[in-house]
């Protein structure tokens, strides 16, 4: 026993050093690789059910590293959320999206809403708001083509309810809508639905994970009923199956995204995709 517990001690240890090693590089990789354009966007799609048409994206993070390759938002938003860098990542990938939304309009295409995903670490700062407003007036976008993504968590924090609140009024006020992100992995989400004025509920995947069970689905339509009740879009995340589908379908679920449609593509991949079928 005493030793067994002397090798898990001297496992964890090293472990801990080697996840501090790590940590400790894409740090110091951070800067330049924002500088040389590492960080990129993929785009992944939200079908509208009832005609199976692309009604929106989101938009979300990869880094191509030229030494370490392709690197995944949970190998890096953590740490990046512990030391602010997020922010500024966040930024880039805002006017990444605004560069292609305003190329959208020079060319002429159809415009499709795109999201964006915004840390908690923006809410220390009452005015981060400001700085995503001038770019969206620097690229010429116009108000409701960008959605900002607020994960659920940040809606149960009590000191930060005044704050997000009054950002989401903001939001509305520089022309951006709001979604409600991961919607019902908290336990009192349907006191959120009175209280902050958000256009778009996204059902976190969690829900879906038992689709045959009965009780699963009631709670999934009724949660539909009543966010259309509400006047609030849902967007069901994570749909991977044809049965997910079928009962979204019978739900009346507004929209899916998930890998049953696509996974996450590249912008010119994305463009690709909307221009042929809908299944990838
Ligand atoms: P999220 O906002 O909930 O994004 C959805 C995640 O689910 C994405 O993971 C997406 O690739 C994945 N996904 C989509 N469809 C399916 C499916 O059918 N099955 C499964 N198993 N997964 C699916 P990803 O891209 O790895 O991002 C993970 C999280 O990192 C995001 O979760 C979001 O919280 C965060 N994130 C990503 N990009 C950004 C960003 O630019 N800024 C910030 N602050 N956070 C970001
Ligand atoms: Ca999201
Ligand atoms: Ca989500
Ligand atoms: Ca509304």
């Known amino acids: 026993r005493q030793q067994n517990s002397d090798t898990s001690c001297v496992f964890y240890s090293s472990e801990m050093t ?6 400790y590089e894409l740090n110091s990789l951070f800067e330049a690789s924002l500088e040389n354009q590492d960080f990129q966007v993929y785009l992944q799609p939200k079908v509208r059910l009832s005609d199976e048409k692309t009604a929106g994206a989101e938009a979300l993070v990869r880094w191509m590293h030229p030494q370490r390759g392709l690197i995944f938002p949970s190998d890096f938003i953590p740490l990046f959320e512990q030391n602010g860098k997020i922010c500024s990542l966040d930024l880039y990938i805002f006017e990444k999206v605004c560069i292609y939304l305003n190329r959208c309009i020079q060319e002429k295409k159809d415009l499709i809403p795109v ?8 809410f220390r700062n009452p005015n981060f708001l400001e700085a995503f407003w001038k770019l969206k007036k620097k690229y010429k976008i116009p108000d409701g083509l960008i959605e900002i993504e607020l994960t659920e968590s940040i809606f149960f924090d009590t000191f930060q309810r005044r704050l997000v609140r009054d950002s989401i009024t903001e ?3 520089y022309g951006f809508g709001c979604s409600l992100d991961d919607f019902g992995v908290g ?8 209280d902050f004025d958000v256009d778009t509920i996204k059902l976190d995947r969690q829900f879906f994970s038992d689709i045959t069970n009965t009780k699963a689905q009631k709670i999934i339509s009724g949660f539909i009923r009543l966010a259309k009740d509400l006047g609030i879009h849902v967007v069901a995340e994570g749909i991977e199956t044809q049965e ?5 379908r019978k739900a009346n679920c507004e929209m899916v995204q998930g890998y049953y449609f696509s996974k996450p593509l590249t912008i010119c991949d994305f463009e690709k995709w909307r221009r042929g079928s809908c299944k990838s």
Do not use: G
């Open 18 to 23: 080697l996840k501090m090693k790590t940590e």
């Open 115 to 122: 999201s964006v995903n915004l840390s908690r670490v923006h």
């Open 171 to 173: 939001m509305h006020r």
């Open 187 to 194: 336990y009192s989400a349907l006191a959120l639905l009175k």
């Open 244 to 248: 997910q589908i079928d009962i979204l």
